[in-house]
């Protein structure tokens, strides 16, 4: 019988901390991730059940949890999406999950109220559990994705490969070709490269560790790295494979890595900034 995943952001507030310490203080979010799903022992359909998209549940609540741990002053994050412990989190052991959430509430109207109200007044909405802009805007993007033509799709991951350094990607398009769908060449300076081979699939659902394993079969001998990108998400027995003692490693890129890729080059993606300007007096006091 599956096993459905039970909890909810706040029940990870203690186990994110936890986690962080287990892992020297920082971590990345798959590395965050991986940690708590080993300390709640949840099984593989627990962490591998999908939120929407190809967010799964655990993802999207641990991105609450950080979300509110973060306000609340217990965690931090570089622009490299690596996730720390303050000066505060390293010497909290665990924390009142009902107090975190009613200060962060706090924080939130303070910081509603300290804005200038327009001449109507917008519906205020207090934080929830049922929305998180860290994956809004991604599924919005991956749904148009999805709806594009296999062949846009391929050209799409062809042109991502190029802006992010690769040359000479073609996509050969051969049918039964074990599921390689282009290939190319990084190189690193001006003295290595590495051929590459990858997999273009749009896909809704979770990639499975028999895709990396059929991949890898395919790609043997013909290079020395292998790219999997998916509109979709990979299960935890995938990202294992891909990364399996004395295998040929195989790099993934899921959806919501997929988007971010192309907001960070603006493929099809543009980040309006809002401009804020903010009056020092102090400043003006002490000329």
Known sequence: MDKHFKYKYDDLFNPLIKALKKLGGSGSISEIEEEVA??????EDEINEIHRESTT?????????????????ILDNSSRGIWALTEKGQKTE??????????????????RNKKPKKEVDEPQVEITTEEIEEFGWQDKLIKILREI????????CQRLLRELGFIN?????RTN????????????????????????????????????RDFRGAMSGRADKGLILTTGSFTREAKKEAVRDGAIPIDLIDGNEFSERLKMLNLGVDVEMVEEVKIKSDWFKNI
């Open 38 to 43: 080993q300390m709640l022992k949840l099984s």
């Open 57 to 73: 549940k655990i993802a999207y609540r641990l991105a609450w949890a950080r979300n509110y741990l973060k306000r609340y002053g």
């Open 94 to 111: 665990e924390v009142d999950k009902e107090k975190v959430k009613r200060t962060v509430v706090k924080i939130d109207k303070e910081e």
């Open 149 to 156: 033509k296999p062949d846009q799709f391929e050209r799409l």
């Open 169 to 173: 990607v073609e996509v050969t398009g």
């Open 177 to 212: 070709d074990g599921g390689i769908d282009g290939k190319g060449i990084f190189k690193i300076g001006s003295v290595l490269s590495f051929h590459v081979v990858f997999q273009a699939k749009r896909y809704q659902g979770s990639v499975s560790s028999s895709t990396i």
